[in-house]
């Protein structure tokens, strides 16, 4: 069997050879046969052939080599920017091959750059030569990219028509997002759009990179709108907003101010604002001063989970620093948290801002940081000095000079400048000395502060010696230095020495407005008012015409001396010679008002201040004076009005005008504000409210009955009760009746060492005075004596009210009989408290001895004198002696009965039932250019109609409201809508309503009284009343009369 199989293995090999050799014989034989076939077909048509071979053209091909050479040149060409041999080459091959995907792009730009008008119809002809490879989307693309970075729409226009007409490329998706890229990148909106349009019917849609690109493209033109327009869709489309077109989109919009409103406007559609976004915003924060906007943006950015960056973190300090923002710390603090260190240059701008707001609590933190992390340099110190000048705190800015020497920095010639200038400013001129001598080479400003320290010291050797120094150095001093020594005499009140250097100035011709200024103010100084007038006139004659600091020198001296007809003739000058008041003559004249007697001049000083166009709120001491001023003179209308003004002005206040801030505020009845700017003080800059402010904010609290309020204040300070705060803290309890409170406080700082005064002592004995309680008084009066306060005048008065108060008038007497005996000085003050509690209690058999111990001493009664003995006289009714004493007292005293006075003259005539003699008081009110309040008016008229005498009750009426004179209507004075129903149904009753009643109502609508409603419903009624009675028998309807006052149980003045 295994010699059959292996027979049969041969024979299948043997075959199997024979077969492939059949195959390769029929392939030879077919080859061969097709050759001589076509051989002989050209054989028989030889003539034909040749003319077909001659007519075709023949293409020379660029051998291989060749075109390596070209395509090496074009690369060349492209890579060293040389366009035009660019398009030579391109031009010598592009008809025997198509251009290179690499150098398609670089040949269309060599075109643009060259030959703009030749790149559309030679690069249309080259893509038809080569249609098969080149007419296709990716060539398109390509070409249409160059030409729309480059900007020139005209061709971008003919390539768009042209390649789908001509060449049959379709408008597929790329073309469209490059085209509409080019339009955007060009500004062409309207164009962008109708892409986009053309886009959308035929399918396609926007990508997220044909987003980016238009908006990158509308963001280099500044077209805010439409990168909104985009963005907005962008994100309905579901794609991303890249991070760079949110910053960058801000960073336009800033420039337009737009910023809020495109920030506003993502947010509420949600699109998402990144770190870097943040960052721009902030920047642009700090370009426009925007606190608030920054502040936002920090909250919402916070509320996002955005994670702040390194500049995000530098912005928010700026804006802080400079609005004096006390997130500034806790933006520091984070900072340090994040082991994010603060750069010089940053350190240096932060407290450059610092110095603008004062804001110096963070100013100091700031030096800390910079100590903590590495050294202190020449700039970090020399803005740090700022700060401190900027705030006054000039000898703070002189310890600096220590810490300079201790760090090893040697100040260069301008800090040790302004260490001089700063070391006189706060007087320390042994300092300024030594500064000088380390100065190799001084330079004027140096001789200057030199001076200005021998002017601190009055030193005016010193003065002339620094001149000499001046001199000996070959320097010729200026008019500058030598107004400086000027000063100095004028200082150290050397007139003599002042008026030869002014001569020698003359003589050198260096004399000018300020030379004869400072002269001027000496005169002022020594109150020479008429070589001061002579100066002036000297001045003008010399062509140096006064100027405002020449005539405020002179209205100061004129003011200070109470010459105040004298200051307005000065200001009158002013007029004539056109020079406008600034803000100290301002402040002059207001200060003045301080010891003017007559309200005409005071008001005309707050007339002038209306008319002079000075904004009270350019200058901080002016402020401070205008505010004392109105609060001193109840000004509040004029109070509210400058307060508001203060708050939208950028006047940076300082501590002095804060107290007078949270003042004027407590007058005015709004304490949120008082606390609002105590806290803004340590909050914000960083700084420590004095004792003055302090007082002010617990009187503020104290005198709007919140004495709690006040009381947790004091203890949360913790600082050392002084006398000041002891007074304002007992007269709070006083007022509201807690006098064991007051004598608790006052046992507790006394353990606490506070030092009294008699100020304070008087303010304690008040508090347990004014209720009667002399127990307490006298422990008090112990205590005076301990430590060695011995009473005043007011003292003993308070005492005397104690006893007064509690009805123990003999005691009273007893104290102001050894006031008499230790001839302390006294007034009329303790006289009126004794008076006046013989009025309360009844004791009218003491009057008289009292008025006479009172002339027996030379103690002139007063207007507070006259009222009380006219209230004792009255309950009398005693009109004789009323009219007595309202007669002799002003004489005795010199002074004029006020309006109260008046007033209770008048009450007393109608509660003594004399209406004649109050009618005659009433018209002696009106002849004094004076008018009873609105109580006695009211009470007057009561008592005329109740006794039928409705002619004199209208008089009373006309004269009260100026109706028949036509004289301005006084606002303090007024009659009660009552009382003139009353005398309007009296009318009607007695007939007279047609005949007095409605002209008289008439005569009140034209003068714009108030008249209510049921006043004009009476006068009608009472009419038809009238006249439905009219049948009625007289004698029936006289006894029936009842007068409306009866029927109301309202008898004023006459009883039963």
Sequence with gaps: MSAVFEMFESIDTLLGGAASLWVELAAMFCFTLGFVLLRFKASKQPAKSAKKLAATPRVQKIQPENYTKHRMRMEDAANCGNATKLVQEWRTAQAKSPTPKDLLKPVVQAFLDTETEALVPEIMEHLEQHKSVMANQWAATTILDAVARSGNMKVLEDFWGRLNKDLGIPHGFLLYETTIAGYAAAGYPKKVEEFHQAMQKENFRLSARGYSLIMKGFLKNGLVDEVKHYMVEMTEKGHAVPTFAVAQLFRVASETNRVHEVYRKLKERAIPIQPEAIAVLLEDCVRKHSQDMALVIEQEARAANIVLTASSYDSLLKVYAEGCNPRAHLILKEMQNQNMNLSDNLCVSLLARCAEGKFVGFAEEIVQQIRKNSKMTIATYSAVMKVYAYSGMYSKACDLYDDIKKDGIEPDAMMYGCLMKFSVECGRTQLSQQLSEKVSVLDIQNYMSLIRAAGRDRDVDRAFAVIQQLRENNVAPDSIALNCVVDVCVKAGDIKRAEQLVAEMEELKLEDIVTYNTLLKGYCQKHNIKAAKELLEKMAAAGKQPNDVSYNCLLNCLSSNGNYQDCWEIVDHMRKRNVQPDHYTVSILLKGTKNMRGAHDVQKCFDFLDQSGVDPCCDDILLNTVLEIYIRHKEFGRLSRLVAKFEKSNLQPSMATYGSIIKAFANLNEVDKCWFYWDQIQEEHGLEPNDIVW????????????????????????????????????????????????????????????????????????????????????????????????????????????????GELAKAIEVLENM??????????????????????????????????????????????????????????????????????????????????????????????SPDQALKVFRDMQAAGVMADSRGCTSLVQCLVRLDRFHEAIDVVDAVYGLQNKRSHNQNSSIDQECLESLLTSLAQAGLLEEQGAPLLQRLRAAKVSVSGRLMATALRTEVTKKESASAKPDDAKKGRVHPWEAKNKTVGFGK
Aim: glycine share 6%; aromatic share 6%.
């Design 820 to 913: 008499q005996q230790s001839k302390v000085p006294h007034d009329a003050i303790v006289y009126n408290t004794i008076l006046d509690g013989c009025a309360k209690h009844k004791r009218v058999e003491l009057v008289e001895p009292i008025l006479e111990t009172m002339e027996a001493n030379g103690v002139g009664p007063s207007n507070f004198t006259l009222g009380i003995l006219l209230k004792i006289y009255g309950r009398q009714r005693d009109l004789d002696k009323a009219f007595e004493a309202f007669k002799t007292l002003p004489r005795k005293g010199r002074f004029t009965p006020n309006t109260q006075v008046w007033s209770v003259l008048l009450g007393t005539c109608i509660s003594a039932q």
């Design 695 to 806: 007082g002010c904010m617990l009187d503020a609290l104290v005198t709007n009955r919140q004495v709690d309020d006040a009381m947790q204040l004091f203890q949360r300070q913790r600082r050392k009760p002084n006398a000041v705060i002891c007074s304002i803290l007992v007269k709070g309890l006083a007022n509201t009746q807690q006098p064991r409170r007051a004598l608790q406080l006052w046992r507790e700082m006394k353990q606490n060492g506070m030092k009294m005064n008699v100020v304070a002592y008087n303010v304690m004995i008040d508090s347990q005075a004014r209720l009667g309680n002399m127990d307490e008084v006298m422990e008090i009066v112990q205590e005076m004596a301990a430590d060695n306060c011995q009473p005043d005048s007011i003292t003993h008065s308070t005492i005397c009210k104690g006893y007064a108060v509690k």
